[in-house]
């Protein structure tokens, strides 16, 4: 049992907490232990892209786990990963929130205009990254109504993100792996963005065995309900019986 516990502490999303709810509940932690480590044991993604993208799913602006954070970025580590690959995990992890823009931006002039408010004419200035992206096919037409209140800032924040996708420490159906796991994320559910990433990766080699996958992998990181919690529950518990 012991070196089993460490093998799934090791391969897969769980902390220590797990021993606790094995004496607990056996047969349910068992059964769930079996569920949520199959992306592990399955083979259908390699390993270091399995921990990549939980590390992806933990350290996420929409989701901020540091204890998920460390136990990947250490078992991608293992896996063969690089400094300059979890940076990039870091990098899109940060960028998440463009979203947004992307949901408010077109809900902002609709609503102005059928409140018959116009916005302050911009002058006009040179968007190198905005054009480098379209140049190349990258541009999302979803980035247009921010791109149109505020062209500055968001050629600003496009020359922070399009380095990631170019600049080749990921290959593309990598990328748009991360991706999808970013925004169909239970903390995200960003339907929009999922579609697009879901065309895009299919586009560059990815199976739909190997997006499905991805998604076993969102799911998954609900355990960490278990191990956030469980221990605060022992604590507790022991706090009641000493005072009782």
Known sequence: MKAQSKQVRTM??????????????????EACVKMSTNPWSGGVLPRKLVELISLALNAACTNLNPDGTRRHIRAALDA???REEILT??????????????????????????????????????????EKLKAVGQWNDAWNPFFELDPMWTDEFMGVGAGIYVGGVLSAKEAELLSIAFDVSYTHMYAPGTRRHIKNALKAGATIEEIMEVFKLCVVQGVQACNLAVPILEE????????D
């Open 12 to 29: 897969g999303p769980w902390d220590p907490a797990v021993e606790k709810l094995r004496e607990w509940d056996p047969k349910w932690a």
């Open 80 to 82: 063969g990963a690089s």
């Open 89 to 130: 995990i870091l990098k899109m992890a940060s960028l998440l929130s463009i979203h947004c823009c992307s949901l408010g931006a077109p809900i902002l002039l609709e609503e102005a205009k059928a409140s018959g408010v116009q916005p302050v004419p911009k002058p006009k200035t040179a968007t190198p990254a905005c």
């Open 236 to 243: 507790e518990l022991k706090r009641k019986s000493a005072n």
